[in-house]
């Protein structure tokens, strides 16, 4: 076996018998089997048993305590007073000042600790039925009348495309795409979390116990280099590959269950295997080296082992700023014009690209020169890190990560001009 195949062989056994490589698989089974419990077995569980009513109109306040509610149900209670008092004495959770005059109803409500904002929605659509029926009695509107009134005006969005000049609708392949871009911009956002560090450690393992020199008598720094590296990568790839199993599994097994169904029954073939979806998982992956090769930068640059959470700040902080940018301006506006910069600037164009891609709102054409400009910047910085790592892995700079940097540069300088 070649030195490399050696050191990323090595690498990989290391990590994946590693607890912390199970905990990271298990996580997400583990935290979608409580969510699943919960509501299964928890999902109508309320602690909130009784809201008291105050109001200036009885009757009104009769009427809302016949109000059936799964959660809680509501006690008439004579004054504010009295209600206070059951409220410090927690014979009610909650009570609800309700006002009444012939155009408006209000209401207050005062409790000890907060309700939810679900109970508090609900206690609102209540008060807005209850105005409702109110102003249409006062101007002697029939429920028909009222119904009419409030009935909201339809309103559809459709995404189409023009063949041979007929428009046609590609509404579901667009909505399918939509939601793997946002997965993929989740996965890649948590995988970069997960194994930057992990990837630096692996850089810098070794300088904190100076047995580079030893190391280095026997194979060439790059070899070293693009072992850890693609030691890691493999970590990451065999996750990604038993979730894809899992996937598949689950699916097999649930896909008779009528969520299940209305989840896929509008998934074409060739929503799932259209060219952005493939282009989507393109920019994933190519992302995810990306960062992975910053990370290995950062951590050849430290001194000691206990340096690398520092030094792969800037990683973290730029994959936040992909993550926000695609996630939250990508997708309330996708035509704003720093998605329309971003998606082109290596590093961020991993998160943007794909978004503009789902919403259509970018060509195949400009996809290509993204991707393209990303897997060039990609390359280029690949082998400018191996460089450096070949120039700073026998430098122990004790003034920080910025003045290991400037130092390493300095050594590559001189080595080429030899």
């Known amino acids: 076996m070649s030195k490399l195949g050696i050191i990323v062989k090595d690498v990989y056994k290391k990590n994946v018998k590693s607890t912390a490589f199970a905990i990271m698989i298990l996580a997400p089974f583990f935290v979608m089997g409580i969510f699943y419990l919960s509501q299964h077995f928890f999902g109508d569980a309320n602690e909130i048993n009784q809201i008291g009513i105050v109001s200036n109109q009885p009757a009104a306040a009769e009427q809302l305590a016949k109000t059936e509610n799964k959660d809680y149900t509501f006690k008439v209670v004579a004054s504010d007073k009295k209600a206070q008092n059951q409220l410090e004495d927690k014979k009610i959770d909650a009570y609800l000042d309700l006002k009444l005059d012939e155009h408006q109803v209000s209401g207050k409500l005062y409790s000890k600790a907060s309700l939810g ?38 309103f559809e969005a459709a995404k ?24 993929t911009t989740i996965i890649m956002f948590v995988f970069i979390m997960s194994y930057s560090s992990i990837i630096a450690q692996e850089i810098a393992s070794e300088k904190g116990t100076r047995i580079m020199e030893v190391l280095l008598s026997s194979m060439k720094a790059k070899t070293h280099y693009y072992g850890k590296l693609l030691g890691v990568l493999l970590v990451a790839l065999t996750q990604l590959l038993i979730y894809g199993i899992a996937l598949v599994i689950g699916y097999r097994q649930f896909k008779d269950l009528p969520m299940v169904k209305g989840m896929i029954e509008n998934v074409s073939l060739k929503s799932i295997f259209g060219s952005n979806i493939l282009m989507i998982v393109g920019f994933m992956l190519v992302g995810i080296f990306l960062y992975a090769v910053l990370s290995a930068l950062c951590g050849s640059l430290v001194s000691k082992p206990e340096d690398t959470a520092k030094a792969i700040q800037p990683v973290m902080y730029l994959s936040m700023i992909g993550y926000m940018l695609g996630l939250i301006l990508g997708s309330s506006d996708p035509t704003n014009v720093i998605i329309k910069v971003t998606s082109y600037i290596p590093f961020l164009s991993s998160y943007s690209m794909p978004i503009r891609l789902a919403s259509g709102t970018a060509a195949m054409s400009g996809a290509f020169i993204s991707l393209g400009i990303l897997v060039i910047f990609t390359g280029l910085l690949t082998v400018f890190s191996a460089q450096l790592y070949k120039s700073n892995v026998l430098v122990y700079s004790e003034g920080g990560t910025l003045s290991a940097l400037k130092q390493s540069i300095a050594i590559m300088r001189n080595n080429r001009q030899k």
């Not at 189409?160 to 997965?183: P, R």
């Open 117 to 154: 904002t679900s109970t508090e929605m609900a206690l609102q659509q209540i008060l807005s039925s209850m105005q409702t029926t109110l102003r249409a009695s006062s101007l002697n509107l029939t429920t028909t009348q009222v119904q009419e009134v409030m009935e909201p005006a339809k």
């Open 160 to 183: 189409v495309s023009f063949e041979n000049g007929k428009m046609e609708s590609d509404g579901g392949n667009s909505d399918t795409q939509y939601v793997f871009s946002f997965l």
